[in-house]
């Protein structure tokens, strides 16, 4: 290892739990908040089985807007947000907030257009036999789309991580913060070089996971 890397290894190893940290709670909210969403978007479309233009219209906006703050000056915008849920607007905990938002709004998206993917036939077909709206949902339709979800929660991952590389402006920390304050800032690019180096291996780990695990379920 070189000595760099060991000189800076307890910092390294805090701010890779920094980031697990708040990657790991965006993931909890795309799945516990941006799957039902992403769902929601699907069922109240226009021409679909519970149409309900009013609520998809609000809902679709919401998500829109969301996804079109850059999101640095998102931080910035729910800092009072933050602060008002977390009690502070500094540290990895209060960037969960910022993060989840994101997160939920991102893999909606990613979600709804997953499910659009599902053959229409499944779903008329699972109506005829007198299926429940859960059945409908967990027995037809998230069962025909599981390898498009895993997919796009695989792709809402690895944004996130690139997104956490911004949290340093509110205290976050984490890999992204860590390369920048000591290896841009201090001007040790061989340090800075090494953390973008555990950021691809990262990425390219979650990445061949999630394909590999998608096409795994994948039984079309």
Not at 27 to 46: D, E
Not at 159 to 172: D, E, Q
Not at 194 to 200: C, G, P
């Amino acid at each position: 290892m070189p000595d760099i890397l060991l000189q800076y290894q307890m910092e390294i190893w805090q701010s890779i739990r920094e980031t697990f940290a708040m990657v790991g709670v965006s993931i909890l909210a795309a799945l516990f908040v941006g799957l039902p969403v992403g769902t929601l978007l699907f069922f109240c479309r226009r021409g679909q089985i519970f149409e309900n233009q009013l609520v998809f219209s609000v809902v679709n906006l919401l998500v829109n807007i969301i996804r079109s703050f850059p999101f640095l000056l998102l931080v910035v915008f729910l800092i009072p947000f933050t602060r008002m849920v977390i009690g502070t607007a500094i540290g990895t905990a209060a960037a969960t907030v910022p993060l989840s938002i994101i997160a939920i709004a991102h893999y909606a998206r990613l979600v709804e257009q997953s499910l659009l993917d599902v053959p229409r036939g499944v779903l008329e077909a699972a109506i005829s036999m007198g299926a429940s709206v859960r059945d409908l949902v967990f027995r037809f339709l998230f069962v025909e789309a599981r390898s498009g979800l895993v997919l796009g929660l695989t792709t809402s991952t690895i944004s996130f991580i690139s997104y956490s590389t911004i949290m340093g402006v509110v205290g976050g920390g984490g890999i992204g913060d860590f390369a920048i304050r000591y290896g841009y800032q201090q001007f040790k690019t061989d340090l800075m070089l090494y953390m973008i180096l555990i950021m691809v291996i990262l990425v390219q780990c979650i990445q061949f996971t999630g394909t590999t695990v998608a096409r795994w379920i994948d039984k079309r």
